[in-house]
């Protein structure tokens, strides 16, 4: 079965500093991958996705994540975080041609003005 | 437009009690999906609908949850009798084609079995 590993639970960084949350997911085939954030309060809403092309992935509010599939990996980077991005971010993995989607634990983010 | 809806947002019951959960989706979204979080571990898939048909169910955790979607509009997701482990964060999300297209998630519906 599909795993999915985010490495790192609670994150705290200062306002400009740069971001890089790890994720790893087992499955060898074809993949499509997502990152979805969660803010305070809010729903679930999608960030990026990757399902074929180019590896680098560009998303919203200036995030972005690499597939690198020799180290099944899709980690999402941000150059300079704002407090805004306070919130928990998911990695999630579609693979084997199902329709439903193996999430990773979450990494909550906190980001200190 | 209307985005995915849930009811309640919160729901407080006691262990042996019945809760039905709610989702409404964005209208027109033949796909509908329930996922539930339990606290500190992943979004873990419950089932799928297409239309009011039962796609996949392999996420369902036993006998005592039972969902449906009547005329392939809102779904139901019913806990009966409702155990303590039953606690957590349900979320529903619907979509217009496959999963790859894109989801779109309710804000969740808390449940605490006390």
């Known amino acids: 079965a599909q795993s999915v590993s985010q490495h790192n639970h609670h994150v705290i960084l200062s306002e400009a500093a740069s971001l890089e949350l790890g994720c790893n997911y087992s499955?060898?085939?074809?993949?499509?991958l997502f990152w979805y954030v969660q803010y305070p309060g809010q729903h679930l809403q999608l960030l990026l996705k990757y399902f074929s092309g180019d590896p680098l992935v560009k998303g919203i509010k200036g995030f972005e994540a690499e597939f690198i599939k020799s180290k099944f990996s899709f980690n999402l980077r941000k150059p300079s975080v704002q407090w805004s991005d306070t919130a928990e971010y998911f990695c999630a993995v579609l693979s084997g041609g199902y329709q439903k989607v193996t999430f990773g634990t979450g990494t909550k983010l906190q980001v200190i003005p | 437009e209307a985005g995915v809806t849930q009811f309640p947002s919160h729901s407080v019951i006691e262990k042996g009690q019945t809760v039905t959960l709610r989702c409404d989706p964005i209208?027109?979204?033949?796909?509908l999906y329930w996922y539930r979080r339990v606290m500190g571990k992943e979004i873990k898939f419950l089932l799928h609908?297409?239309?009011?048909?039962?796609?996949?169910e392999s996420g369902m955790p036993n006998n005592r949850f039972l969902a449906e979607r009547t005329g392939g509009t809102y779904s139901t997701l019913k806990v009966q009798p409702a155990e303590l482990e039953d606690s957590g964060v349900y979320f529903c999300a619907s979509s217009s084609g496959v999963f790859s297209t894109e989801a779109f998630f309710g804000q969740g519906t808390r449940l605490t079995v006390v």
């Open positions: 209208s027109g979204h033949d796909n």
């Open positions: 499955y060898g085939g074809t993949v499509n």
């Open positions: 609908f297409v239309k009011e048909s039962k796609q996949d």
